[in-house]
Antibody, heavy 115, light 106 residues
Framework: QVQLVESGGGVVQPGGSLRLSCAAS????????MYWVRQAPGKGLEWVAV????????YYSESVRGRSTISRDNSRSTLYLQMVSLRDADTAVYYC????????WGQGTLVTVSS | DIQMTQSPSTLSASVGDRVTITCRAS??????LAWHQQKPGKAPKLLIY???SLESGVPSRFSGSGSGTEFTLTISSLQPDDFATYYC?????????FGGGTKVEV
């Protein structure tokens, strides 16, 4: 059974940093592009970043570009999102998801940026 | 960037109703469109991909149609479990984008 489990969320001060993780199991992780999607409280879904199956290609939304780094460790079947210079607007539930049409989602991890 | 426009933003319906949600893309995305269902406090769930392909395990009352820039999600007979928010999502390339969502309520 496919499973995606996010961790690393929490409360962080404006300007702070955080690293989110997504542990994958039940499928050949190294064969799939992986995505981060976020959802601010009471708002819709927003694509954040993508990394190709081999880690060579990475793309970011304009809202996080320059402040975020997506990476993966295929030997550990784990996806990461490093975020720095966090802002109030980054407060959201962060989901990892598999492949471009997002056929599997994790349960999400809440990031709260607040002083 | 490709903008996705969904309508309506809220839809009032009753059990047994036929429900249609529309999604429009700002440029041609062929059939690279998915629909997701989200319930409060839960992760989204894939319903439809490639505009009209039903994801495994999804009830057949859900169907999708369209290509190019105009797409629809139809629920043929609304069930109690279907009251939720629905999002369209384009995947014409690595950069994804979502519609604003349609909340289906009583």
């Amino acid at each position: 059974q496919v499973q995606l489990v996010e961790s690393g969320g929490g409360v962080v001060q404006p300007g702070g940093s955080l690293r989110l993780s997504c542990a994958a199991s039940g499928f050949a992780f190294s064969a799939y592009d992986m995505y981060w999607v976020r959802q601010a409280p009471g708002k819709g879904l927003e694509w954040v970043a993508v990394v190709s199956y081999d880690g060579r290609s990475k793309y970011y939304s304009e809202s996080v570009r320059g402040r975020s780094t997506i990476s993966r460790d295929n030997s550990r079947s784990t996806l990461y999102l490093q975020m720095v210079s966090l802002r109030d607007a980054d407060t959201a539930v962060y989901y990892c998801a598999r492949r471009n049409y997002l056929d599997w989602w994790g349960q999400g991890t809440l990031v709260t940026v607040s002083s | 960037d490709i903008q996705m426009t969904q309508s309506p933003s809220t839809l009032s319906a009753s059990v047994g109703d036929r429900v249609t949600i529309t999604c429009r893309a700002s440029q041609n995305i062929n059939s690279w469109l998915a629909w997701h269902q989200q319930k409060p406090g839960k992760a989204p769930k894939l319903l439809i991909y490639k505009a009209s392909s039903l994801e495994s395990g999804v009830p057949s009352r859900f169907s999708g149609s369209g290509s190019g820039t105009e797409f629809t999600l139809t629920i043929s007979s609304l069930q109690p479990d279907d009251f939720a928010t629905y999002y369209c999502q384009q995947y014409n390339g690595y950069l994804l984008s979502f519609g604003g969502g349609t909340k289906v309520e009583v």
